[in-house]
Structures are given as C-alpha cells and as structure tokens.
C-alpha cells in the first residue's frame, strides 16, 4: 500500500464560525485571522494506492461553482487536484474509488464537474465508485434548513444519475467498523448526520483521516467545536472518545482542513489530551514522494 497527499486548493473560512463560542483572542493564537477575521484552510484529499485499487478520500470544492460562490471563499495557493495527481503519475481516469467522509461542498464538489458543453455535470471520476452511507445520503437530499447552504444538488445527484453511487454498509456495534474498502471507520454524527472517519493501517502506523471532527489542530481541546457543526455537545463526546483513542493508541491524525499542520499526533497531558508532534506529509508518506 501507498499514500499520497492530495492538495485541492486552500481557502479561507470565518475564523469565529470555526471555533464557535470560544473567543477569538484564544484562538487566534493558534489559527490566526486576517484583517477581514478570515483563517486558513486546506482541502487535503488522501490516495490510497493498494494492489489494484485507487482510493481518493474527499475531493475538495472542485472548480465548477460560480466566481461570485467562490468569492465567498478567498482562495488561495496554486494547489488543484489534477496538479497534485500528476504529481504522484496518476490522473482522474485511475482513481477506482472515491469516498466522501461526508457530503459538504468542501469535501465533494470535486466530485462532479461540468460536461463538456456545459448543459449539465457528470462524475469527475468517470470509472470510480462514489462511497458515501445511506443515512447520510438521506440527510444530505432531505437538508435540514441549517446545512442546506453546504449540501448543494449539483455536487450529489450527478452520483447517483451516473449509477455510480454505493452505500457502505453498517454493522451499527464496533466502535470501528470494517468497510468495503478494507479500512476502519469510525462513523460520527455531532457535525452532520453519520460522518465517516476512516482510519487506515500503513507500516505499522495507524493514519486517521480526520475530515470535520477534528478541522485543525486548534481544535484540540474539547470544547473547540466549529459553529457549523449541527450537534455540538454529541460532537464534544465523539471527540472525547476520538481524542483519547488517539493518544493512547499513538495516531497518526491527517488533517484535511489545517494548511499548517499536515499529520499530528497527540499525548495526554494534565489538561486533557494536546498535540505532541507534527509532521509534513513527506515524513510520515516519503516512501512513495516521487
């Protein structure tokens, strides 16, 4: 098996919505904003290369939406999807899978693109699977009116019109269930209705993809919940329960949503559980840096 960072392109996001209620002199410091109170934020997609298989975790915002819906978002960097694939030898036409952690524009809109004349989207990934679960495909078709803004139609339907649209299947006991994929997840429901958490064994290391439970490594202590997460309390037991595990099995949190700290890992502490380590994606993944 291979890993590969995949950069989509970074943005900016409020920096208060991202902490919530915790005040922005406390978490400035860790995640400092601009003028406009904006922080940064990646789109830091994994590959999974194993055997003949090419799994794409999360696919960023994609490039389709308009520039005024992009405007709100302050892009920023060079990085982009086809970039980072040509980086590492492989193109769009290769990936065998792709598997949403959940259905926010930030984590699927790349999944769907434009048809060639512009009438209408088709599948970015024409030979992929999309994996994402049936609650959550209910949850993100039926939006409630708090996350309808972050579940647009045009990033899901396609999916589903293509016949390439699979539901991973629960087993509803483990705390990490096995998936179709031959990863673990851990299926979380305090930011959106069954998010997935997938964890992935690579050389004796436990590698966990962190999407929206953790955002960056600011959001750390307990109470760090983003603003936008629906269930913020059922988010501060997952995280709870996520942290710990984290520590004491001696993780390896890749972090999609924090340009600034690629890979952590975390260590119990007289103040609950806090960062340890950092790690550029080269570190911990440079056997298979081209």
């Known amino acids: 098996m291979n890993l590969y960072p995949i950069e989509t392109g970074n943005f900016k996001l409020d920096g208060g919505a991202m902490f919530g209620v915790v005040p922005k002199t406390i978490w400035n410091k860790t995640n400092p904003a601009d003028a406009n109170n904006l922080i940064d934020i990646a789109a830091r997609c994994l590959l999974i290369e194993d055997g003949n298989r090419l799994i794409l975790i999360d696919t960023g915002m994609g490039n389709k939406q308009s520039e005024k819906f992009f405007g709100y978002y302050s892009l ?30 930030d984590h699927c809109g790349g999944a769907v693109q434009w048809n060639k004349d512009k009438t209408g989207y088709e599948p970015a990934f024409k030979n992929a699977k999309f994996w994402t679960n049936e609650n959550h495909w209910k949850w993100a078709t039926e939006p409630n009116s ?36 031959d990863f673990g997840i851990f299926f979380v429901d305090g930011h959106t209705e069954k998010q997935m958490i997938p964890y992935i064994q690579y050389k004796g290391k436990t590698i966990v993809f962190c999407a929206d439970l953790l955002p960056t490594a600011g959001h750390i202590p307990i109470p760090y919940v983003m ?5 913020p309390l059922l988010t501060m037991d997952e995280k709870t329960k996520f942290m710990n595990a984290a520590a004491d099995n001696n993780y390896y949190l890749f972090m999609e949503h924090d340009a600034h700290n690629p890979i952590i890992t975390v260590q119990h502490t007289e103040k ?13 993944l440079k056997s298979n840096i081209l």
């Open 76 to 105: 920023w960097g060079t990085h982009s999807m086809d970039q980072s694939l040509a980086q590492f030898g492989f193109h769009r036409d290769d990936i065998t899978d792709v598997f949403l952690t959940h259905l926010h524009f």
């Open 272 to 284: 609950g559980v806090r960062i340890s380590e950092v790690f550029s994606c080269e570190d911990i």
């Open 227 to 231: 603003g936008y997460d629906t269930r």
């Open 146 to 181: 708090r996350e309808k803004a972050s579940f647009l139609s045009e990033n899901i339907l396609p999916m589903q019109e293509s016949g390439q649209l699979n539901f991973i299947k629960r087993n509803e006991t483990d705390f990490l269930e096995k998936s179709e994929l």
